[in-house]
């Protein structure tokens, strides 16, 4: 079971808005904002979209914004596109021992 | 160019060690953290640990905290995650990645290619 809980999955059709949640707690996503998100293709290595929850590296898409209320951070992608469909993961700094935690990961599907 | 390369794909056999790397560059290697992240066959990925190569502060996972070791050589700027006794459900892809910035906690940018791992007998 994975320290901060996403949904498994979420679909979209192209042009329109989706936001995947992420859920953790105070000791993390709560406390800090230090919330990031990741891309992952099939059979590729994780990109890096969001970082500190709501800044996205360089040449990265401004279609994809994130935000946090809480304990739960967020990430929207709007004017879905097919190539959005991938695998999302969150993670944020955490007060424990292991300094950073994972979500599960959430599978959008372009309808 | 900021790069983390990884070693090569390992088959190994249960009980047997290992030690696989990734070899930073085009950065300070001493002021980054380095993570280690698992991706088993279909699955997503999971935290492993996380190291300072500066001054080898080193975090782990409660899940694989005692299962492997992490460590880095800044003389050569590489660093290592390594197994004293492989077992079959560690087959996966093992991925370093860099944290995105001094400045932040969040993020990991650039990410290894990726280790594969396979443990059979």
């Known amino acids: 079971q994975s320290a901060l809980t996403q949904p498994a999955s979420v679909s979209g059709s192209p042009g329109q808005s989706i936001t995947i949640s992420c859920t953790g707690t105070?000791?993390?996503?709560?406390?800090?904002?230090?919330v990031s998100w990741h891309q992952q293709h099939p059979g590729k290595v994780p990109k890096l979209l969001i970082y500190?929850?709501?800044y996205r590296p360089s040449g990265v898409s401004d279609r994809f914004s994130g935000s946090k209320s809480g304990n739960t951070a967020s990430l929207t992608i709007s004017g879905l596109q097919a190539e959005d469909e991938a695998d999302y993961y969150c993670?944020?700094?955490?007060?424990?021992?292991?300094?950073?935690?994972f979500g599960g990961g959430t599978k959008l599907t372009v309808l | 160019e900021v790069q983390l390369v990884q070693s090569g794909a390992e088959v190994k056999k249960p009980g047997e060690s290992l030690r696989i790397s990734c070899k930073g560059s085009?950065?300070?290697?001493?002021?980054?953290?380095i993570g280690w992240v698992r991706q088993m066959p279909g699955k997503g990925l999971e935290w492993m640990g996380i190291?300072?190569?500066?001054?080898?502060?080193?975090r782990y996972s409660p899940s694989f905290q005692g299962q492997v070791t992490i460590s880095a050589d800044k003389s050569i700027t590489t660093a290592y995650l390594q197994w004293s006794s492989l077992k079959t459900s560690d087959t996966a892809m093992y991925y370093c990645?860099?944290?995105?910035?001094?400045?932040?906690?969040?993020?990991?940018?650039?990410w290894g290619q990726g280790t594969l791992v396979t443990v059979s007998s």
């Open positions: 085009g950065y300070s290697f001493t002021t980054y953290w």
């Open positions: 990645a860099r944290m995105y910035s001094t400045e932040t906690l969040s993020g990991f940018d650039p």
């Open positions: 993670s944020s700094y955490t007060i424990s021992s292991s300094l950073v935690v």
């Open positions: 105070s000791s993390d996503i709560g406390g800090y904002n230090f």
């Open positions: 500190d929850v709501t």
């Open positions: 190291i300072y190569p500066g001054d080898s502060e080193t």
